[in-house]
């Protein structure tokens, strides 16, 4: 549902947008604000509190599983792929209770409720959605979740929880250079209502033997203390400095969130979900609702480990149109009906973000879907692929102002939800809801030019006499 408004507050947003250098891979505009059946905010908060619990098991449990030899199985995955350095430095007493600021699960909306694809900790739409908002306020952004200021607001109690009076650097490398002008335009809010804040790339911090610092426009020196890492773990190589920034960390001259644990960036923390082995621990680390709530939006994960699986045994849970694999091999094969299964690498990968290493079994010739199998088990050494199964999503009327044609369009939309939940005080806290909606034909929902990115807001309630 989407509230009803003009083609001029598509404009307004247009031009604001564009003043504030956002608007560099464009999108269709909404109307205002969308509302989703089913997505309200006691959910949403019981989704983030519930992410919150199993990130915190999740590190817990990496931990114990590298000193502990019946759960050596989840470091030996988790760890694929990663340079001794950087686990070594990941495991360092000094970050055992840090966890990412922000969480903002992938949530796509099915007729069953929203089921999760991916748990970003390191997310892109910060800026975009707080521009979103400010913009829209006047046509009905007041209503959206976490109010028009909880996306600024909310970052800013998060670094605040961090540091208490902050100095704060976003560094935004080159893998990640689309997301540079929102990233800047997010310091640039916070550099005026909250605290000292910059968007910069890597090389332009410089240091010395008290830490790192930035210059601002008039030549003074400032002093950073807390970064805001904007780039995957994988991309370290290419991070100018990251040596000088790590050891300042070190030694406690350099707070950076989301701190520099690879194994909360893997996908495979779905599949250790569902793993029958560690039901128990599960239920000893995380309240019965929130389990609840995790079964409700996890789906079915498998590593796609190529390890011939011993004669007499089975994956767990694995079937296709009500057949049983009993190993991964025989998703080689497998018909078109019964393809509908999604492939996808982990993390720690270029492939890993943003779409790109994503396999919809369904939608390719038997030839390509066995390529993409064989692909995936030679990858598991340095990059574990999961699977899951394909989620068939609701369809949504929506109508978005096309600034091409100056025109309103309607049309049918398949809908993604991303809450963003910044982490103080031991609580996720809703600061606001990205909607992606894109054109029903496309499988894979994602930021595009035929989509619409909106804020979200609750279903009003209309109230008869």
């Known amino acids: 549902m989407m509230a009803s408004a003009s083609p001029e507050a598509a404009w307004d947003t247009a031009r604001f947008l564009g003043r504030k250098g956002l608007f560099e891979k464009p999108f269709r505009l909404p109307l205002s604000a969308i509302s989703i059946s089913g997505l309200d905010q006691v959910l949403l908060e019981d989704i983030g509190q519930a992410l919150y619990e199993f990130y915190q098991a999740l590190?817990?449990?990496?931990?114990?599983?590298?000193?502990?030899?019946?759960?050596?199985?989840?470091?030996?995955?988790?760890?694929?792929?990663?340079?001794?350095?950087?686990?070594?430095?990941?495991?360092?007493?000094?970050?055992?209770?840090?966890?990412?600021?922000?969480?903002?699960?992938?949530?796509?909306?099915?007729?069953?409720?929203?089921?999760?694809?991916?748990?970003?900790?390191?997310?892109?739409?910060?800026?975009?959605?707080?521009?979103?908002?400010?913009?829209?306020?006047?046509?009905?952004?007041s209503g959206v979740f976490g109010g028009t200021g909880g996306m600024l607001s909310?970052?800013?109690?998060?670094?605040?929880?961090?540091?208490?009076?902050?100095?704060?650097?976003?560094?935004?490398?080159?893998?990640?250079?689309d997301y540079r002008s929102e990233m800047r335009y997010l310091a640039e809010c916070l550099d005026a209502d909250f605290f000292p804040a910059a968007c910069l790339h890597p090389r332009e911090i410089s240091f010395d033997g008290e830490g790192i610092f930035r210059k601002d426009s008039s030549g003074n020196v400032i002093r950073i203390n807390i970064i805001y890492r904007f780039f995957e773990l994988f991309d370290l190589p290419n991070i100018p400095k990251i040596d000088i920034i790590q050891y300042f960390v070190k030694g406690g001259k350099l707070k950076v969130t989301p701190p520099f644990k690879p194994w909360l960036e893997e996908k495979l923390g779905m599949a250790l979900w569902h793993h029958h082995r560690l039901d128990g621990y599960w239920k000893s680390e995380i309240s019965e609702s929130y389990r609840g709530v995790l079964n409700q939006i996890i789906p079915k994960t498998w590593p796609l480990?190529?390890?011939?699986?011993?004669?007499?045994?089975?994956?767990?849970?694995?079937?296709?149109?009500?057949r049983r694999l009993l190993d991964f091999q025989s998703l080689v094969g497998l018909t078109q009906k019964e393809r509908?299964?999604?492939?996808?690498?982990?993390?720690?990968?270029?492939?890993?973000?943003?779409?790109?290493?994503?396999?919809?079994?369904?939608?390719?010739?038997?030839?390509?879907?066995?390529?993409?199998?064989?692909?995936?088990?030679?990858?598991?050494?340095?990059?574990?692929?999961?699977?899951?199964?394909?989620?068939?999503?609701?369809?949504?009327?929506?109508?978005?102002?096309?600034?091409?044609?100056?025109?309103?369009?309607?049309?049918?939309?398949?809908?993604?939800?991303?809450?963003?939940?910044?982490?103080?005080?031991?609580?996720?806290?809703?600061?606001?809801?990205?909607?992606?909606?894109?054109?029903?034909?496309?499988?894979?929902?994602?930021?595009?030019?035929?989509?619409?990115?909106?804020?979200?807001?609750?279903?009003?309630?209309?109230?008869?006499?």
Not at 90 to 113: A, E, M, Q
Not at 154 to 177: K, N, W, Y
Not at 347 to 358: A, D, L, N, Y
Request: glycine fraction near 10%.
């Open 59 to 141: 590190d817990a449990l990496y931990r114990k599983s590298s000193v502990d030899p019946s759960l050596s199985f989840v470091s030996e995955m988790l760890d694929r792929g990663k340079p001794r350095e950087l686990v070594e430095f990941g495991r360092s007493k000094k970050f055992r209770h840090d966890l990412p600021g922000i969480l903002r699960p992938d949530l796509l909306i099915t007729p069953s409720g929203p089921v999760l694809t991916e748990m970003d900790s390191v997310p892109g739409g910060v800026g975009l959605l707080h521009a979103l908002t400010r913009s829209m306020r006047d046509v009905g952004g």
């Open 154 to 177: 909310g970052f800013a109690s998060m670094i605040r929880s961090q540091v208490p009076d902050p100095s704060l650097a976003i560094l935004v490398s080159d893998e990640s250079h």
């Open 305 to 322: 480990d190529p390890t011939p699986v011993p004669a007499g045994a089975a994956i767990v849970g694995l079937e296709v149109k009500g």
């Open 340 to 465: 509908e299964l999604i492939i996808k690498p982990s993390g720690f990968s270029p492939e890993s973000w943003g779409s790109r290493g994503v396999v919809i079994g369904h939608d390719l010739p038997e030839e390509d879907w066995n390529r993409s199998v064989a692909d995936a088990f030679s990858a598991w050494p340095v990059t574990p692929h999961i699977l899951q199964p394909f989620v068939r999503t609701s369809l949504f009327e929506f109508s978005c102002f096309d600034i091409d044609t100056d025109s309103v369009e309607s049309g049918l939309y398949r809908v993604r939800a991303c809450p963003y939940y910044f982490v103080r005080g031991g609580k996720a806290i809703l600061g606001g809801v990205l909607i992606t909606a894109c054109p029903q034909d496309k499988k894979i929902i994602h930021g595009m030019t035929d989509a619409i990115l909106a804020p979200g807001a609750p279903v009003r309630l209309e109230m008869s006499l």
